[in-house]
């Protein structure tokens, strides 16, 4: 356990010196991969859990952790006590995980389409007009199972749990469980 905390302090501190901003308490299983853009911020809540290690992990993970910054002046931020396995979170606004939150291995969480939809010149086109962005919110105590993906413009109520393998398309409300591709509403907890 004293291993364990000497190992999260010094890569606390080495993400600190790329810039992000952590509270105490962070728990690292491997090194998160992160990138940070001009005027952007990454912030840590208190107690953070980031395993980039499948031994960390029974259910594994497929790569580590990424918090990825990709527009000048764009936000990430993750609340007190979630913990995150191996999971992707790239903002080009922003991105905002609640406190107490699961994310399940290998999760996909993306405020933007990263590409242009019109076809023309789609490979290249990198015109912040025209690749679709919009916020997502994931409220306190919500749960993302292995594999979810959460895309643009979605907000996640508190205290819901969305199935593994789903893909939210469309917001969810608080405290309900939700699955599918499209992720649908199957019952109130």
Do not use: Q
């Amino acid at each position: 356990m004293i291993i364990r905390r000497i190992i999260s302090s010094f890569g606390a501190l080495r993400l600190r010196a790329k810039g992000l901003k952590i509270k105490k308490g962070l728990v690292l299983y491997g090194r998160p991969i992160t990138h940070i853009t001009e005027g952007g911020t990454i912030s840590l809540g208190e107690n953070c859990v980031l395993c980039s290690k499948s031994e960390a992990n029974f259910a594994g993970v497929n790569h580590p952790v990424i918090l990825a910054l990709l527009r000048p002046g764009a936000t990430l931020e993750i609340g007190d006590d979630t913990g995150i396995s191996g999971g992707s979170f790239c903002a080009a606004k922003s991105v905002k995980i609640g406190s107490h939150c699961l994310i399940g291995a290998n999760a996909m969480v993306s405020d933007c389409d990263f590409h242009a939809v019109k076809p023309e010149g789609r490979r290249h086109n990198s015109d912040p007009k025209d690749i679709g962005c919009e916020p997502v919110v994931i409220e306190d105590n919500v749960w993302l199972g292995a594999n979810v993906t959460v895309l643009k413009g979605v907000t996640i109520g508190k205290n819901t749990v969305v199935a593994a393998g789903s893909v939210v398309t469309k917001s969810l409300p608080p405290g309900v469980l939700a699955g599918g591709v499209p992720a649908k509403v199957i019952r109130n907890l």
